[in-house]
């Protein structure tokens, strides 16, 4: 009788422990997800500007965009790889992952079209180009929409 006592005692003492541990696997997850957001901002703000410089200078500045195009994928490549690593015990935490890592790779193909966009400019396919532009930037605002939407989410998780 005692000993079945101290199993009810134990398991109850570990479903207590579950919802904490959830919590902070979560918050885990969302504050790594921010962190990685905030460098991605910079290579994002970066190739934007180097787009704008594009629309100034012309043929020239091609180049440029392209590395900063290539960088900005790069950098999501180096997002991804702590955000899928980073376990979530929730279903809500693994919800909000699963749609972070899908916006990270619907934006690593923006950009991908972005660079092919450019590559159509620089060898003189000005049809093929300003059609992959359009693309890019209407995926980018998808993305971008997305994001607006999923941050009051990770802010959730991490205030949970």
Do not use: H, W
């Amino acid at each position: 009788m005692n000993r079945t006592i101290l199993r009810l005692c134990l398991l109850a003492a570990a479903l207590l422990l579950l919802p904490a541990t959830a919590r902070a696997d979560d918050r885990s997850f969302a504050t790594t997800a921010v962190q990685q957001a905030q460098k991605l901002a910079r290579f994002e703000t970066a190739t934007g500007r180097a787009l704008v410089r594009v629309d100034k200078r012309g043929r020239s500045a091609i180049p440029a965009a392209r590395r900063a195009a290539a960088a900005t994928r790069a950098q999501i490549d180096r997002a991804l790889r702590p955000v899928r690593a980073a376990s979530t015990s929730s279903p809500g935490g693994a919800a909000v992952k699963r749609r972070f890592v899908a916006l990270l790779v619907a934006e690593k193909k923006a950009y991908t079209t972005v660079d092919r966009s450019l590559a159509a400019f620089q060898s003189g396919d000005v049809r093929t180009g300003n059609t992959l532009q359009a693309r890019a930037k209407k995926a980018i605002e998808r993305v971008r929409k997305a994001a607006v939407k999923l941050a009051p989410r990770l802010r959730s998780l991490i205030g949970a």
